[in-house]
């Protein structure tokens, strides 16, 4: 199994980025993909999530009306469309897939949000 993230970068506060995370070796419908983020000194936080298989997704409440997930079940990619970015945004972030628990994990993109 393989999760790579990539779209991340260097973008002033009040930007937009889009992850994307690229799945492969795993059925995708049968996952769900979620975004996770950890600031250096923080405690890893999970961002968002969507199941493939139907659509329904989760979103962090300091995210929530900012950043929107979704899915590409003929590309096996999820997508993190990050809009009004802000620099406590600031982070690792990670994707990650589940059945019943988050066993696969991305090496991550950096997103970095300047003031």
């Known amino acids: 199994v393989q999760l790579v993230e990539s779209g991340g970068g260097l973008v002033q506060a009040g930007g937009s980025l889009r992850l994307s995370c690229a799945a492969s070796?795993?059925?995708?419908?049968?996952?769900?993909i979620g975004w996770f983020r950890q600031a250096p000194g923080k405690e890893r936080e999970r961002v968002s999530y969507i199941s493939s298989s139907d659509g329904r997704s989760w979103y962090a409440d300091s995210v929530k009306g900012r950043f929107t997930i979704s899915s590409d079940n003929a590309k096996n990619t999820v997508y993190l469309q990050m809009n009004s970015l802000k620099p406590e945004d600031t982070a690792l972030y990670y994707c990650a897939a589940a059945r019943t628990q988050w066993d696969y994990w991305g090496q991550g993109t950096q997103v970095t949000v300047s003031s």
């Open positions: 070796g795993l059925t995708f419908d049968d996952h769900v």
